[in-house]
């Protein structure tokens, strides 16, 4: 059976006819042809997937399209401004966080949405005063990061990015 969606994705707005089976994950490289997301494991396991869906950090993969319809699409493709690169993006960039490349949209999404979550003043398992303010220690980071899988180990540099782009 299909159905209809829509989405807006990187700040444009997209009709699709899909499967209701689809995954979020097949709607966004199928039907809108956005490249970021990546298809690693397929069962929620990796983070290669993972993009900003209202705002919040979500892997696509476990996210049936049209559970979805009329939601706000974040790739890390849209996450530049203008030509700009994210403040995260840069972090990347200049810390030297990525090897092959592969996972890195889906964490530099799950940084982005990991940012907020601390600027919003979410605690984590490892926040160490619950009533008091959160801040992006290493530790909080690789907690938070743990989702998202770096087969080629740039986690120190990861995390090191991730506390930069918090500044």
Do not use: W
């Amino acid at each position: 059976m299909d159905g209809e969606i829509g989405l807006r994705v990187d700040g444009r707005r997209r009709r699709l006819l899909v499967d209701t089976r689809t995954t979020l994950l097949d709607a966004l490289r199928d039907g809108v042809g956005a490249t970021a997301p990546k298809k690693g494991c397929d069962h929620g396991q990796c983070g290669a997937c993972t993009v900003l869906l209202d705002g919040r950090r979500v892997i696509t993969c476990l996210a049936l399209a049209v559970a979805h319809d009329g939601a706000d699409v974040t790739t890390a493709e849209g996450l530049a401004d203008g030509g700009r690169l994210h403040p995260v993006q840069e972090a990347f960039l200049e810390r030297d966080a990525l090897q092959c490349g592969f996972c890195t949209p889906g964490q530099v999404c799950s940084a982005v949405g990991v940012l907020d979550e601390v600027a919003a003043g979410h605690p984590s398992a490892v926040t160490e005063d619950l009533n008091g303010p959160v801040e992006p220690t290493d530790a909080e980071i690789r907690e938070r990061m743990s989702g998202n899988l770096c087969r080629c180990g740039a986690y120190v540099a990861i995390v090191a990015a991730v506390r930069d782009g918090a500044r």
